[in-house]
């Protein structure tokens, strides 16, 4: 797992670089995976290569460790957690707060400890707060982070912005890893801009925009294309030596 700062929102990116068990494999096919990656190569020569030295990452994978199990809830709370600090410091932090309330969090235990409790684990007032609040908004329904699946990306997008302490970063983050939506590019990752400076060799970190601007010919499969980024950014681990046959 990768939890890293970037520029538009200080959320976490937790993807399938973690160890340990996560939800499992996500509900899109090896044939719907081949099949974005297919139409992704055919038309950037630049994807092609980065398949090509590090394989087709499944987008959708969210490994915690079994943390959140299959609650968006607590899947939610997890990337608040993580804000600005380290995987494994994030980890510490949730699983202090998953012991005080002995299971998954919900909603209304969640609320119950309030923003002091919360604290005392080691979590920054802000973050503290931003897990009251989002706790409170599902109780009190103006939030539903369970069901969004009914919402178009722009929609579920908006709900979740307008939590207090979830950017638009964080949204994206949530609608790949928990959502499984197909198309989202999270320009505002700063590993995402790094690797499209690198890869298509430019002079200066891109902004923003530009990284919008050059990933609209990756719809509708841009989530596939970030996978890919992502991975561009580790090294590539040699196959191991083939072994000699002796006659």
Same mark, same amino acid.
């Given at each position: 797992m990768t939890i890293s700062a970037n520029e538009t929102d200080a959320g976490p990116r937790i993807d399938a670089r973690a160890a340990g068990a996560g939800r $499992?494999? =996500?509900?899109?096919?090896?044939? +719907?995976?081949?099949? @974005?990656?297919?139409a992704l190569t055919r $038309?950037? =020569?630049?994807?092609?290569?980065? +398949?090509?030295?590090? @394989?087709?990452?499944?987008?959708?994978?969210?490994?915690?460790?079994?943390?959140?199990e299959s609650s968006n809830f607590a899947a939610?709370?997890?990337?608040?957690?993580?804000q600005q600090i380290s995987t494994e410091v994030a980890f510490v932090l949730f699983d202090r707060v998953r012991a005080a309330l002995g299971g998954i969090p919900e909603p209304e235990s969640v609320?119950?400890?309030?923003?002091?409790?919360?604290r005392a684990f080691g979590l920054s007032r802000a973050k503290a707060e931003y897990m009251t609040g989002l706790a409170e908004l599902q109780m009190a329904g103006t939030i539903d982070v369970e069901h969004l699946d009914h919402l178009d990306d722009a929609q579920a997008i908006a709900s979740l912005t307008s939590v207090r302490g979830v950017g638009r970063w964080s949204a994206e983050m949530f609608l790949i890893h928990q959502l499984h939506r197909p198309d989202i590019l999270p320009a505002g990752d700063l590993g995402i801009r790094r690797a499209v400076e690198a890869e298509w060799a430019m002079r200066e970190l891109p902004s923003i925009r530009e990284v919008d601007d050059r990933a609209r010919s990756?719809?509708?499969?841009?989530?596939?294309?970030?996978?890919?980024?992502?991975?561009s950014r580790r090294p590539v681990t040699p196959a191991p030596p083939r072994k000699m046959r002796h006659e």
């Amino acid at each position: 797992m990768t939890i890293s700062a970037n520029e538009t929102d200080a959320g976490p990116r937790i993807d399938a670089r973690a160890a340990g068990a996560g939800r $499992g494999t =996500p509900p899109k096919s090896v044939d +719907v995976r081949l099949a @974005g990656y297919a139409a992704l190569t055919r $038309g950037d =020569p630049v994807l092609r290569r980065i +398949v090509a030295s590090h @394989g087709r990452p499944n987008p959708f994978l969210w490994e915690d460790g079994g943390r959140t199990e299959s609650s968006n809830f607590a899947a939610l709370l997890l990337h608040i957690a993580g804000q600005q600090i380290s995987t494994e410091v994030a980890f510490v932090l949730f699983d202090r707060v998953r012991a005080a309330l002995g299971g998954i969090p919900e909603p209304e235990s969640v609320a119950a400890l309030g923003p002091e409790r919360l604290r005392a684990f080691g979590l920054s007032r802000a973050k503290a707060e931003y897990m009251t609040g989002l706790a409170e908004l599902q109780m009190a329904g103006t939030i539903d982070v369970e069901h969004l699946d009914h919402l178009d990306d722009a929609q579920a997008i908006a709900s979740l912005t307008s939590v207090r302490g979830v950017g638009r970063w964080s949204a994206e983050m949530f609608l790949i890893h928990q959502l499984h939506r197909p198309d989202i590019l999270p320009a505002g990752d700063l590993g995402i801009r790094r690797a499209v400076e690198a890869e298509w060799a430019m002079r200066e970190l891109p902004s923003i925009r530009e990284v919008d601007d050059r990933a609209r010919s990756w719809a509708p499969y841009r989530s596939y294309a970030a996978a890919l980024l992502w991975s561009s950014r580790r090294p590539v681990t040699p196959a191991p030596p083939r072994k000699m046959r002796h006659e």
